[in-house]
């Protein structure tokens, strides 16, 4: 069972669940400071980051989702698969720890994470309120047939990123607006591999939004 850092909520009861996916390389602590900016906005929330399944192969720190010695689109979507059951068991764990309802967690991932977590919730039983895609991609794309459901995404990616190019980000939100998925994107100029203040905000108006709809 996969683990990591937690935080919230900054108010009460948790009444929602946050799941942030950290990038290559790093671990649940990469992302966890993110609770506190996006609490202004979801007071209840509880936010965990749990730590990837894997070590890294690419040095003796950090955890990866998947393997990233070979790129071939067959080699990535068979890392992801194996990847996404592992994530959805953490959900559900964390979602009866917290004592909530199957519907009530949103799904965030950062680069690998965000591969991650697009791929492992549009395939979940019950779909989050939302997926926030940030640097990310989106794998095996002629398998969204395969969704149960259909969840809003946020994609969010620097202009300027320079390990995984912004074209990822627009060749994800064709392929999902194709396939009849709610779509917003972001594109942040001057931006690289990295998160930035508007990329934030963004997503807190997301978050607000889904969890307001139901």
């Known amino acids: 069972?996969?683990?990591?850092?937690?935080?919230?909520?900054?108010?009460?009861?948790?009444?929602?669940?946050?799941?942030?996916?950290?990038?290559?390389?790093?671990?649940?602590?990469?992302?966890?400071?993110?609770?506190?900016?996006?609490?202004?906005?979801?007071?209840?929330?509880?936010?965990?980051a749990p730590d990837a399944p894997f070590p890294y192969d690419g040095a003796p720190m950090g955890r990866q989702w998947f393997g990233l010695w070979?790129?071939?689109?067959?080699?990535?979507?068979?890392?992801?698969?194996?990847?996404?059951?592992?994530?959805?068991?953490?959900?559900?764990?964390?979602?009866?720890?917290?004592?909530?309802?199957?519907?009530?967690?949103?799904?965030?991932?950062?680069?690998?994470?965000?591969?991650?977590?697009?791929?492992?919730?549009?395939r979940r039983p019950v779909p989050p309120r939302?997926?926030?895609a940030f640097s990310g991609a989106l794998l095996a794309p002629h398998r969204l047939g395969e969704a149960p459901a259909r969840p809003p995404v946020l994609l969010v990616h620097g202009e300027v990123d320079e390990v995984v190019p912004p074209s990822r980000s627009r060749e994800a939100e064709a392929a999902l607006l194709?396939?009849?998925?709610?779509?917003?994107?972001?594109?942040?100029?001057?931006?690289?591999?990295?998160?930035d203040e508007a990329g934030l905000a963004r997503g807190a108006l997301a978050l607000q939004r889904a969890f307001a709809e139901k």
């Open 1 to 48: 069972m996969l683990d990591g850092p937690r935080w919230g909520p900054k108010e009460g009861r948790a009444a929602q669940l946050v799941v942030l996916c950290h990038g290559v390389g790093a671990d649940g602590h990469d992302l966890i400071d993110l609770a506190p900016w996006w609490a202004t906005a979801m007071p209840q929330a509880a936010f965990v």
């Open 70 to 122: 070979d790129r071939t689109p067959t080699q990535l979507e068979a890392g992801v698969d194996a990847a996404a059951p592992l994530l959805g068991a953490f959900i559900d764990a964390e979602l009866a720890r917290l004592g909530l309802p199957a519907d009530a967690y949103a799904l965030m991932g950062f680069s690998q994470g965000a591969m991650t977590a697009l791929h492992t919730g549009l």
């Open 178 to 195: 194709a396939a009849g998925f709610p779509v917003e994107s972001l594109f942040c100029p001057r931006l690289g591999h990295g998160i």
């Open 130 to 132: 939302v997926i926030l």
